[in-house]
């Protein structure tokens, strides 16, 4: 089987540092992608990660340990945009995702 | 470009009832997905196809049929719509999967909101 744990919720304040994390149960994945969704809208792809390491892309950066099954997403000078529902998914082909964290972030 | 479009936005049903949902896409993208997300859940995959022509299950198939006659477009369909079916359904498309090569970033429309009474 597979399946992904993330963090339900995650409140953070603005300008702030948080990490989103997300474990996964899993075998034989081609990488790991994180998407953002905004008030139950179209979500939008933020990174992936084919290989163990840290992709960063601006304020956001992703990372991925195949060996202990494990990945998060980091973001950085958090805005109050950044308020959200981020989505950690594997990629076998199709996309496997996990339930989501709901990300507040406070003034 | 207008990325994926989705129609209808909302749609009421009644139990029983049959409704298809149009998915268009000006990407030029082979691959094409549905997806159902319901509240506090990530998406899951209810059908997919790798090509015109072509269609497979996904995680969560049954009560679903799809069509992929043109390469744009992509139709879920809903034969005797149950309040179990009441969600929200995205769908997206990508140029391809990862290979081992890569990553293949899905694009997603903006959705659409069923209701089965």
């Known amino acids: 089987g597979q399946s992904l744990e993330q963090p339900s919720e995650v409140t953070a304040v603005e300008g702030a540092i948080v990490q989103i994390n997300c474990t996964y149960q899993t075998s034989g994945f081609y990488g790991l992608s994180w998407y953002q969704q905004h008030d139950g809208g179209a979500p939008t792809f933020l990174s992936y990660n084919a290989l163990d390491g840290l992709e960063e892309t601006g304020r956001f950066s992703s990372f991925l340990s195949r060996s202990d099954s494990y990945g998060y997403l980091l973001l950085q000078e958090l805005q109050m945009k950044d308020s959200a529902s981020y989505f950690c998914a594997v990629n076998r082909g199709k996309l496997i995702f996990g339930q989501g964290t709901e990300l507040s972030v406070k003034p | 470009n207008a990325g994926v479009t989705q129609t209808p936005k909302f749609r009421v049903l009644k139990t029983g009832q049959s409704m298809t949902l149009l998915c268009a896409q000006d990407?030029?993208?082979?691959?094409m997905y549905w997806y159902r997300q319901d509240p506090g859940m990530g998406l899951r995959l209810i059908h997919y196809?790798?090509?015109?022509?072509?269609?497979a299950k996904g995680e969560v198939p049954d009560g679903y049929n799809v069509s992929r006659l043109k390469k744009q477009n992509f139709l879920l369909g809903l034969e005797s719509a149950a309040p179990s079916q009441t969600s929200v359904y995205f769908c997206?498309?990508?140029?391809?999967?990862?290979?081992?090569?890569?990553?293949?970033?899905?694009?997603f429309g903006p959705g659409t909101r069923l209701t089965v009474l």
């Open positions: 196809s790798v090509g015109e022509g072509t269609t």
């Open positions: 990407m030029n993208h082979e691959y």
């Open positions: 997206a498309s990508s140029y391809g999967v990862a290979g081992g090569n890569g990553h293949n970033e899905q694009f």
